[in-house]
């Protein structure tokens, strides 16, 4: 990777992404784009354009006169999000993905795209959950992702662009919040016990599903599109994960450092089935076999991080 170019940079993955990009490669040389201005310190930091990412001419002007040889497409609409408008979620997601991949072969990009836990659905074996198997989704959000793999695979096949990708687990940061989907309550629930000690979950207590804290899911995307392709069997895309979470077991984790943290439960029914229908535990051993795979940050090291970062913001 030499020149980069990144859709949706101002969401939750992307102004984590971006910054570890710019430092690597240099930041002249990691192309920030979304639709929307993203926070200052991305736009000052290094070149960042406004690109819709479903228009095909737009992205394929921006990657041409930036000169990417590599593309890491973000933009997306999530879990949550999609099942209040379907139909968006099918238009922003798969139009934008047949951009990007149009670019990458008119261009010759490399090009990483995240899938989900979400492209599995209630038919998948939950725990563990192979690397390959059933896949059934039950939402707008995880058909795209399923559609998106395999349309991902066919470009590598048909059109021999470097397609590579992640089904990411539900992924903890600070910073950018994220941006509708069903793991949020990950995220909201560290904020929710700093300022006010108590936190409202809008999934059961019991429910769970596998996530990562975002410094490793951005290691994650760097070290898969670093990876020699001849090691590479599966592409698009690689189950990882780092830990399983309930809302349960998160409170009690937040409770050795915030004593008294109290958590209550309005379940909201849509998002509670969406989480019923993911696996609660993905086997990574592909991408830790293909790519060399290993998460840094267990739950115990992640919510020391997380709070000591979010008392001070
Ligand atoms: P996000 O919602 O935080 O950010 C998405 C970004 O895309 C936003 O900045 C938004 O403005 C931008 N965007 C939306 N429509 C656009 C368009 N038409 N053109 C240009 N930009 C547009 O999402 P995220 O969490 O950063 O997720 C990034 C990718 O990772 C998505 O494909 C998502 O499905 C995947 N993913 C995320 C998670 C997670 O927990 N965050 C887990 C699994 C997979
Ligand atoms: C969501 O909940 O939609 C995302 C995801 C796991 O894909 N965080």
């Known amino acids: 990777m030499k020149r980069i170019l990144v859709t949706g940079a101002g969401g939750q993955i992307g102004s984590w992404l971006v910054p570890e990009l710019r430092e690597i490669y240099g930041a002249s040389k990691v192309l920030a784009t979304d639709l929307r201005h993203p926070k200052a310190e991305l736009v000052d930091a290094g070149p960042f354009q406004l690109v819709d990412a479903t228009n095909p001419k737009a992205v394929g002007q921006a990657a041409m006169r930036h000169g990417a040889d590599t593309i890491f497409h973000l933009a997306a609409i999530l879990s949550a999000v999609g099942e209040r408008d379907p139909r968006v979620a099918w238009h922003v997601n798969m139009t934008s993905l047949e951009a990007a991949l149009e670019v990458a072969r008119e261009q010759k990009c490399a090009l990483f795209v995240p899938s989900s836990i979400g492209a599995f659905g209630s038919s998948t074996p939950k725990d563990p959950t192979p690397q ?172 020391t991080d997380m709070l000591g970062h979010v008392r001070t913001a």
């Open 132 to 303: 390959d198997t059933v896949m059934r989704p039950e939402t707008m959000y995880g058909i795209t992702k399923l559609a998106g793999e395999l349309l991902c695979d066919y470009y590598h096949a048909h059109f021999g662009v470097d397609t590579r990708g992640i089904r990411f687990p539900g992924i903890v940061s600070y910073g950018a919040p994220p941006g509708g989907g069903t793991t949020d309550w990950a995220v909201d629930i560290f904020h929710k016990a700093v300022r006010h000690g108590r936190y409202t979950c809008f999934l059961r207590g019991d429910s769970q599903v596998d996530f990562m804290y975002m410094p490793d899911a951005v290691s994650a995307a760097i070290q898969l599109m670093e990876a020699d392709a001849a090691r590479l069997v599966h592409r698009n895309a690689f189950n990882v994960t780092a830990m399983q979470l309930t809302p349960e077991k998160l409170a009690a984790e937040i409770r050795k450092h915030v004593p008294g943290f109290a958590i209550s439960y309005e379940v909201d029914p849509v998002r509670q089935a969406i989480a019923d229908s993911w696996p609660r535990r993905i086997d990574d051993s592909a991408a830790r076999a293909e790519w060399g795979w290993k998460p840094v940050y267990d739950a115990a090291a992640m919510t």
